[in-house]
């Protein structure tokens, strides 16, 4: 009998993988989303999501992406790692990313195809062309300059660039710093961890999503147990899933009916699962 027959279960409910099918919405995450959209579609330019690591800044993205997914007129670019050593370098990687072809001799030629490619899908094709840019803590303070730099192009009317950086919080002091980057930012927005009543609507929500359903009001995962892994994982959203997933792969290898608080703490003090 496999895992997931085991557990009543379709799929995995637990991975840490960015999949927005098991995108639990919480008040700020469903906020964030839907601010996300607006400022997208009003072409107002930079949005910045700030969160600690594991808060859900990445399978945000994704969300986000699948909100777009059946619409023509969006054209999305994604960096999942902006760690560029140089301007020519993080140029050169925008160029290929947007499929530009031109003769290229210096950072001042990237920039004007660029603005000449932006101007070409936007303001004539009536597209929306976004770049979403993860792990915005690493953006060196020369290819802030750059993104910058990229938001200075617009018409009349709207910008040609929609950017949305998704980063840690250390990001913010730094751009703060930087008046003329921090004063082009449309949408601004932290994500906090859950609370305890969100953590276990986020454990019920994935578990509903890979498939399992409960019978007498009964889950996995008892109300003592959710109180644990809230008070482990703080509300961390990864944390979360890393506890939950270790919980339930217990329960099956010692043939228990469900999780509660002595199996939680169990795997606490085993002290292997991933954080």
Not at 138 to 155: A, G, P, Q
Request: with cysteine.
């Amino acid at each position: 009998m496999s895992y997931y027959s085991v557990l009543n279960l379709e799929k995995e409910p637990f991975s840490t993988s960015p999949d927005p099918a098991f995108f639990y919405r919480s008040y700020i995450h469903d906020t964030s989303l839907k601010r996300l959209e607006i400022t997208i579609r009003l072409k107002r330019g930079l949005s910045v999501i700030y969160g600690d690591v594991g808060t859900g800044k990445t399978t945000l993205s994704r969300a986000l992406l699948a909100a777009f997914s059946e619409e023509d007129g969006f054209l999305f670019h994604i960096i999942l790692d902006p760690g560029y050593k140089s301007e020519f370098q993080f140029l050169s990687s925008l160029i290929r990313m947007f499929g530009i072809n031109p003769p290229i001799k210096s950072t001042l030629d990237y920039k004007q195809a660029i603005e000449r490619y932006l101007f070409e899908r936007v303001a004539v094709e009536h597209k929306t062309v976004v770049l979403l840019i993860d792990e915005g803590q690493k953006l060196s303070s020369d290819n802030l300059e750059i993104l910058r730099t990229l938001l200075n192009y617009e018409t009349n009317e709207y910008k040609l660039l929609q950017l949305v950086i998704l980063s840690q919080l250390e990001l913010l002091a730094r751009i703060k710093k930087i008046k003329n980057f921090y004063d082009r930012i449309a949408l601004s927005y932290v994500i906090n961890p859950l609370n305890q009543e969100e953590t276990k609507e986020m454990i019920e929500f994935r578990l509903a999503q890979a498939g399992y359903r409960s019978s007498n009001g009964n889950w996995l995962f008892t109300d003592e147990a959710i109180r644990s892994v809230y008070e482990y994982s703080q509300g961390y959203p990864r944390k979360i899933a890393h506890i939950c997933h270790d919980a339930l792969e217990y329960i099956v290898m010692h043939q228990k009916p469900l999780v509660d608080a002595i199996v939680i703490q169990e795997i606490i003090n085993q002290g292997n699962h991933g954080g």
